[in-house]
């Protein structure tokens, strides 16, 4: 991945944590539509990278997750 588009992918996947913070009930449609047009963008421009990670659930279960190094969008 160059440089510019390590920056772009960086700076959306930054902009999609931030909107990510206001709780989906008080998105409304255009707020949405534009984290959504984000989300589109990663998975479209991004050379993904997928890690497998385990997650503990509770003490005595866990789960494997699959998410990109770079953007963070999760794969199941």
Same mark, same amino acid.
């Given at each position: 991945m160059n440089?510019? &588009?390590?920056q772009q992918i960086f +700076?959306?996947?930054k902009a999609k944590e931030w909107l990510e913070k206001v709780d989906r009930k008080? &998105?409304? %449609?255009e707020y949405n539509q534009i984290? $959504?047009?984000?989300i589109e963008y990663l998975k479209? $421009? +991004?050379p993904h990278n997928? %890690? &497998?990670?385990?997650i503990d659930i509770t003490?005595? $279960?866990s789960k494997t997750i699959s998410y990109c190094e770079y953007c963070e969008l999760s794969f199941e």
């Amino acid at each position: 991945m160059n440089i510019p &588009q390590q920056q772009q992918i960086f +700076c959306m996947t930054k902009a999609k944590e931030w909107l990510e913070k206001v709780d989906r009930k008080y &998105q409304d %449609i255009e707020y949405n539509q534009i984290l $959504n047009y984000i989300i589109e963008y990663l998975k479209t $421009n +991004c050379p993904h990278n997928v %890690i &497998q990670d385990t997650i503990d659930i509770t003490p005595d $279960n866990s789960k494997t997750i699959s998410y990109c190094e770079y953007c963070e969008l999760s794969f199941e």
